[in-house]
């Protein structure tokens, strides 16, 4: 009994932890297979808001931390400059996470507003 619990917390515990990954992931694949059917403009714009979101959720949780050690380690070799690890650390772990919020949320926003703008036109033009 114990083990089949554990496996169902796995699972569960699992899910919960990437639960905005997995989200993100299935837009991707299910704008994609809209686009293999019939491509349009607004699916190509919510295809990058999905993987920009995708790509920042991944650098948050699993790049910025890695990535910003190499960069200090690589740039600030044996001195310890404040501005430049400050600019560092503004850079990567506040513009490039919200660049790509931004890019996302508006990339998905934008299509939406695309997507009711064209549907109006055929609406206004069937009823003339």
């Not at 607004?42 to 920042?56: D, G, N, Q, S, Y």
């Not at 699993?62 to 850079?91: K, N, S």
Request: net charge positive; with cysteine.
């Amino acid at each position: 009994m114990s083990l089949k619990r554990g496996i169902f917390q796995l699972i569960y515990f699992t899910f919960l932890h990437n639960a905005e990954a997995i989200a993100y992931f299935f837009g991707i694949i299910f704008v994609f297979g809209l686009l293999m059917w019939k491509p349009r403009r607004v699916l190509m714009l919510f295809l990058l808001a999905f993987v920009c979101l995708e790509i920042r959720f991944q650098y948050l949780k699993h790049i910025v931390d890695p990535l910003y050690d190499q960069t200090v380690g690589a740039m600030l070799q044996g001195g310890t400059f404040f501005r430049t690890r400050r600019l560092l650390d503004l850079f990567m772990n506040d513009i490039v996470p919200l660049g790509l919020y931004i890019v996302g949320w508006g990339s998905l926003f934008a299509g939406i507003f695309f997507s009711s703008v064209q549907s109006l036109k055929k609406t206004h033009k069937y009823n003339d």
